[in-house]
């Protein structure tokens, strides 16, 4: 796949990018300080200078290099010294998990991009009760402590499901996944002597689309085909 990374030249960007590339991927990889695009281009990235809390210019990015996945990586974490109140050295990452992640995900809306992924951060975010080990099931800490409430509030936003459907699929698909109600068919059943051929539409969608379509394509425009010959 065609991936641009966003924060590429980063702690986590540089080690990523590397992988990407012995996979097979094409990497675009985007930087902001200067000497980062010498870097990227040593670890076989595309480099690409990019500021993700200029929405224009993601846009623009996005656009031109056509990438198929986004792994969004960008923190603003170099050299800052990190103090009791967790908020302030977090400002600017902050600020790329939420205007720079809207920006990203409006950008990948256009540009017809299927796949995003996000970084996000698990330590001291999980309810303080119960076990001292969670899992993602767990809920989080509806009260956060003191100094980090920012800062957990744009991981939530980054996290949030409805919200990232809703830029990547639209409002109507959101609400088929998440609030439309289906249709009994107990009636059909009783008074017809329905037998389903599936138990249940998941094991049919797998059943239908496990199959490979194009023989019943081919037998489908044969059979045109020939209806065509005979008309004539």
Known sequence: MRVLVTGASGAIGTRL??????????????????????????????PIALDLLDARAVRKAVLETKPEAIVHEATALTNVRFARNLDGPFKETNRLRTEGTDALLAAAREGGVGRFVAQSFASMRNVREGGMVKT????????????????????????????????????????????????SNAKAKRELGWTLRHPSWRQGFVAAYAQDPRPAAAAAAARASSRTRTAH
């Open 17 to 46: 990018v590397p992988q990407l590339i012995d996979k097979g991927h094409d990497v675009i990889g985007t930087y902001r300080s200067p000497g980062s695009a010498q870097r990227l281009r040593v670890l076989g990235a595309e």
């Open 136 to 183: 993602e099931d767990g809920p989080l800490d509806p009260n956060p402590m003191p100094g980090m409430r920012e800062s957990s509030a744009a991981m939530r936003h980054l996290e949030d499901p409805v919200w990232l459907g809703r830029l990547l699929a639209g409002e109507l698909a959101v609400l088929m996944g998440t609030e439309a109600r289906g249709a």
